[in-house]
């Protein structure tokens, strides 16, 4: 798959977001995204995920422009900001609530997911009683579950202690090797370096 952002702008209420973007992301590798906050790295998330419309610019997944379709795109799964769920319902409980809108996996793959992200051993309680880092944990599992080409994390190390984290940089790592496309972006420049094959920088609505 090869997914393209084509001179891409945003505005809000006549302010700039981002101006005139333009990348290119290819199989079986992982690009990061660095910059301060309200840098416009969630809103081209949001574009890339067809979530948003560009003020101009288009994206294409294999020379197609879901957003002209009014369609989603297919096969991409993300977590942008914080993630949200039933706060009464396990773990487990909120991802096969999601698993069945589709229908596609089984438990087997659910508790494979949090196996990945090293949650497995909360997986039977409530989503109301985890940490912040177990919130992200979840989130990430729940854009895993499915087995998508395209997996876009949006901070997703947010929180999350060092154990965990290493375990899920390995799979993501593995999932590159299955010719996944990944974005992500992280404050810690160091998880960028140790991921990347491509960081981009946000500054000032440029992409550089």
Known sequence: MKIE?????????????LEN????????????????????KS?????ICGLY?????????DGVEYTKL???VPNVRALIEKPSFFPDLT???????LANIQNKITDKEILSSLENVNLINEKDKKF??????????????QVIMENPHVLILDEPFNGVEKESVEKIKT?????????????LTSHTEEDLKSLADKIYTFDGGKVE
């Open 5 to 17: 952002v084509k001179n891409v702008s945003k505005e809000f209420k006549k302010i700039s977001i």
């Open 21 to 40: 973007v333009n990348m290119t992301f290819l199989d079986g590798h992982i690009y990061g995204f660095q910059g301060r906050n309200g840098s416009g």
């Open 43 to 47: 809103v081209l998330i949001k574009i």
């Open 53 to 61: 419309k560009p003020t101009s610019g288009h994206v294409f997944y």
């Open 70 to 72: 009014n369609e989603y």
């Open 91 to 97: 773990g487990f409980e909120n991802l096969k609530l």
């Open 128 to 141: 109301s009683k985890y940490s912040l880092g177990m919130k992200q944990k979840l989130g990430i599992a």
């Open 171 to 183: 799979y993501l790592l593995e999932e590159k090797k299955k010719g996944k496309i990944i974005i």
